[in-house]
């Protein structure tokens, strides 16, 4: 009896060692953000601010650079920024658990971009009846309307720009196939009605097939290729992101089959380089930087009682093959290297 | 008599040649050649997985719920060395470390359940978790892109011009693992420890090596997966390989292995990783949503352990 | 006197206790605000999830089975429920009929459990790619809720005492008792610890196997619902690694691998446990990927010292 209680308690003791171990470092590389909003010289108050930042996963490229740009406007205005990502966009109630942790550990200010538009409205109107004022970015949650403030793109904005150039470059005619991401999700179906809505408008652009990616590159992939297989005649490809966009170059490449045109969205790195070498057509940038910085530079100036903007706009560039050398020296001269 | 050991021997091989049968009547596309070399192309990366998976579960210890993250950390640490202008001598050294690395993490895992006696499922799925965040942080993010034209040969190239290499890599390490297996003392040894551990005991076997052996085995051949992967993706980023585990345990189970060890084949591995993505396709090419696959999986998966239990009987 | 002896007979005698006490302590050192009612009610409406799907793994490993759908068939059931809702139904109604799916899917497992020597794993498994598949046909992703009300299942309170907890406490109070003073518990532990035993002495070993996937299938159904009603939502993939989550709660909480030992509030504490971590890392700020590493670190840790004790007696 006393053996296993001496044992076990070593046991928690090493894990609790581990566990304090561990800190939570976050990167911060230098976010390289052109003309990152307004604002001069550091909020003067002498408070640390914990301003909470949502990403909806901690791996992927996306959001890692918009913690970057996040943290890089933390260590400018003095404030402390704390990253909150699940593993996965899927894992909504992950997110809904760690804001209502974050609101029991004393957050000033949350900026948080939802996994599920839906989920999170009771967990905002929790952090807003405990007097905690909400950004939104990347993607809008309709039905919650107390945030302070939106940043981002208008998601059927951009998908309807970046398209139209598609449709524009083929002189308005051809077969389209959309490899949507997660159907249920609120920035998918915003983006995917961006493509239908322009089928409309040129009645010579055909959509033949919808499949879901879940914008995830090897998902992408795997239905790409049957995509490919089961249609022979296919001039664009419309993908929710620049990852799942990657999966279906790879696809086509590697079937073999060319003449097909390729569009992402988000303007990472990755699809600007494609961009770059011809095997990407186009991609727009959502300006992942800046939607950290100012979702951190909006909540500051709040809480300092500033006036701040109902919206703030990222990103807008598309990228093409004549400027996505230009793009990437500006944004990511580190990339790939 | 005959015809129940006929059908117990190659019961797999006739469901596999009725599913086929099935699906090309139901879609006279599916026999085109251009057809059948995509699906052996997108059945080569989960045979190689299951074959590591086969070496593991020989064993009777349990199932490797890490090969997926042992196949996303090995690329993505590999992949630096994997470059397009890196030179040949570089991409070697690639693979050789991404096989270290998966060994090492099948070293772990055969240590801790075969010393320790600790249960696989839950030991791997340990591991699993630590493994795939070391990827996560090791990548932090990032995509590396643009690998040496002799991966990209092996991911997506074409040999004697009409065949995916991939398949051939896939059947050449199919025809290794069938050997070592067949006719190698350890990989004899392997399903001695699963099928009788207490008479491999007696007979002065180590079965801790031979736990460790079958592990390491997985892990490596997960390593070699993830390289092979590198070049049909394009791409290393720390997410990949996440669902591998469940396919490759489906793969397995549908191509015969025992779940109490001693008992499966390289070639099993080959069958069930052929007849799951005959039926993926088959749904394709008739436009049956890709949301039945999990079903169609499921159930042909109790069809075919079904089928061995009653025949065994 | 008597009351405390026979209280601390009940104290299980796993160490998840410990580790909780641990944590606890620990957490309320580092973080402010962590002992608050707030804070309370908050991990107890995140770890109810896992308390039910605790069960689940604490019920197929005391009978030496292994239940790996129980993920699957939690996000079925609210699946259809939701769907039903979304179709007219009152609540009542709706997650009526999502128990009815939950119970079709159980019945499969329980009769290729109890009637056929199919290992549980692949029947789990099987049954797992059949259940997610099966939600996502009904609608290929997230279903909303139209009902307010229903949220009230997982935010709701009595007598500030958040619902959840209220459901799992009677859950677990219930079940102690069938357990430890019914003849069904009697024979759940038999089938479990000796099966020829449980035969010879008379016990339906069948009909004992089912039932537990059918009580499994209920017991996944509500942590279904409850799930659903934190987000309003029911989506086919929400239940996914649960499983695994829960059978790692119920090791940590002493649930013995090989059937027929244990006490079911062991899992209640294994679940707890894992909340509580969880609910304290994020508290600190520690990126998911740390807290994996933590969590696969410690169950390495606990499993091994949990044999270590074993074969110290």
Redesign the interface.
């Known amino acids: 009896m006393m053996k296993k209680t001496t044992l076990t308690m070593a046991a928690i003791l090493t894990a609790a060692a581990v566990m304090t171990g561990c800190t939570s470092s976050a990167p911060t590389a230098p976010a390289s953000s052109a003309a990152a909003g307004s604002d001069t010289a550091a909020a003067a108050s002498g408070e640390s601010y914990k301003i909470g930042v949502f990403t909806k996963d901690s791996t992927t490229a996306f959001w890692r650079y918009v913690v970057q740009g996040a943290m890089a406007k933390g260590e400018e205005l003095g404030v402390e920024v704390i990253e909150y990502a699940p593993a996965s966009y899927t894992d909504s109630a992950g997110q809904l658990s760690m804001v209502e942790d974050s609101i029991s550990a004393g957050v000033d200010a949350i900026c948080i971009a939802s996994c599920d538009s839906t989920a999170i409205v009771p967990a905002l109107e929790k952090a807003t009846a405990a007097g905690i004022p909400v950004v939104i970015f990347n993607t809008l949650v309709p039905d919650f309307k107390d945030n302070i403030t939106f940043v981002g793109v208008d998601n059927y904005d951009a998908s309807y720009r970046v398209t139209e150039e598609l449709i524009k470059a083929h002189d308005g005619k051809g077969n389209l196939v959309i490899l949507e991401g997660d159907p249920a999700g609120y920035q998918n179906i915003e983006r995917t009605r961006a493509v239908t809505d322009l089928a409309e408008k040129y009645p010579d652009v055909n959509i033949i097939t919808r499949q879901p990616g879940y914008a995830n590159r090897e998902k992408s992939m795997n239905a790409m290729e049957n995509i490919l297989q089961a249609y022979s005649d296919i001039d664009m490809v419309w993908a929710i992101n620049d990852v799942a966009a990657m999966g279906c170059v790879q696809a086509i490449e590697g079937a073999g089959r060319t003449g097909i045109d390729v569009i992402g969205i988000d303007g990472t790195p990755e699809g600007a380089t494609a961009a770059k070498d011809g095997r990407l057509k186009f991609t727009i940038d959502q300006g992942p930087f800046d939607q950290g910085a100012m979702s951190v530079q909006a909540a500051v100036d709040y809480l300092n009682g500033k006036e701040i903007e109902e919206n703030y706009a990222t990103g807008g560039t598309i990228v093409g093959t004549d400027n996505a050398d230009a793009f990437l020296q500006e944004f990511y001269p580190d990339f790939n290297k | 008599m005959k015809g129940k050991d006929f059908l117990m021997k190659y019961s797999r091989i006739v469901i596999l040649v009725l599913i086929m049968a099935g699906v090309s009547i139901a879609s006279p596309d599916f026999l085109k050649p251009?057809?059948l070399l995509?699906v052996a192309r997108?059945s080569s990366m989960l045979l190689i997985m299951s074959l590591g998976m086969t070496c593991a579960m020989l064993l009777g210890r349990g199932?490797d719920?890490s090969i997926g993250a042992t196949l996303s950390l090995t690329s993505c640490v590999a992949a630096g060395f994997l470059r397009s202008n890196d030179t040949v001598g570089s991409v070697l050294i690639g693979i050789v470390i991404a096989l270290v690395i998966g060994m090492f993490i099948g070293l772990i895992n055969g240590v801790?359940i075969s010393y320790?006696?600790?249960?696989a499922?839950?030991?791997t799925?340990?591991?699993?978790?630590?493994i795939?965040?070391?990827a996560?942080?090791y990548?932090?993010?990032?995509?590396?892109?643009?690998f040496h034209k002799f991966v990209m040969f092996m991911g997506?190239g074409?040999a004697f011009g009409a065949i995916p290499t991939q398949i051939i890599i896939a059947l050449v390490l199919t025809a290794a693992t069938a050997w070592m297996l067949k006719h190698t003392r350890m990989g004899r040894e392997l399903y001695v420890v699963g099928a009788n551990p207490s008479a491999a005991k007696f007979s002065g076997l180590k079965a801790e090596k031979s736990v460790i052996l079958g592990f390491v085995l997985s892990g490596a051949l997960a390593a070699l997966a993830g390289i092979v992967y590198l070049g049909?993706?394009?791409?290393a980023?720390?997410?990949?390989g996440n669902q591998f585990h469940?396919q490759c345990?489906?793969a397995v189970?549908i191509g015969g292995i025992s779940?109490?060890g001693g008992a499966g084949s390289a070639w099993g591995a080959v069958i069930g990783a052929l007849i799951l993505n005959i039926l993926?396709?088959g749904m394709?090419?008739l436009?049956i949503?890709?949301?039945?696959?999990?079903?169609?999986?499921?159930?042909i998966?109790?069809v075919a352990?079904?089928l061995d239990?009653v025949v065994r009987k | 006197m008597k009351l405390k002896s026979s209280l601390l007979k009940k104290l299980p005698s796993s160490g998840a206790i410990y580790g909780i006490i641990l944590f606890v302590l620990c957490f309320s050192l580092v973080i402010p605000n962590y002992f608050t009612l707030h804070n309370i009610s908050n991990i107890a409406r995140q770890s109810a999830v896992l308390c039910f799907i605790s069960m689940c793994s604490c019920l197929a490993i005391l009978t030496n089975q292994t239940d790996l759908s129980c993920g699957a068939i939690s996000s079925f059931a609210a699946c259809v429920a939701a769907k039903a809702m979304n179709g007219g139904c009152s609540v009542l109604v709706g997650c009526l009929i999502g128990l009815l799916a939950a119970l079709a899917i159980g019945a499969i497992n329980g009769v290729l459990a109890g009637y056929t020597e199919i290992p549980t794993f692949i029947i789990t498994l099987a049954t797992m790619n059949i259940a997610e598949s099966l939600g996502m046909v009904l609608q290929g992703g997230t279903i909303h809720i139209p009902y307010e009300s229903f949220k009230l299942l997982s935010e709701g309170n009595i007598l500030y005492i958040p619902i959840p907890a209220l459901l799992v406490a009677a859950l677990y109070i219930a079940m102690n008792y069938i357990l430890k003073h019914r003849k069904y518990g009697t024979y759940l532990y038999a089938v479990g610890g000796k099966e020829d035993a449980a035969w010879t002495s008379g016990i339906n070993v069948k009909r004992m196997k089912l039932s537990v996937y059918l009580i499994n299938a209920v017991l996944a159904a509500c942590a279904g619902f409850i799930y659903a009603a934190r987000l309003s939502a029911a989506n086919p993939s929400q239940g996914n690694g649960l499983e695994l989550n829960g059978i790692c709660a119920a090791v940590l909480g002493g649930i013995v691998l090989g059937g027929g030992r244990g006490n079911v509030f062991g899992a209640l504490l294994g679940a707890i446990a894992i909340s509580i971590l969880r609910n304290g890392m994020n508290m600190l700020g520690f990126r998911i990927l740390t807290q994996m590493m933590v969590i696969g670190f410690i169950l390495i840790v606990i499993l091994a010292l949990d044999v270590a004790k074993k074969e110290a007696k």
């Open positions: 251009s057809n995509n997108q199932v719920m801790l320790l006696h600790l249960p499922i839950l030991v799925y340990g591991v699993r978790e630590i795939r965040s070391v996560f942080f990548m932090d993010g990032d995509i590396i892109s643009g997506s074409f049909r993706l394009g791409a980023e720390a997410e990949i469940f345990v489906s189970a779940f109490a993926i396709n394709n090419l436009n949503s890709s949301y039945w696959q999990g079903t169609v999986n499921g159930v998966i109790i352990v079904l239990y």
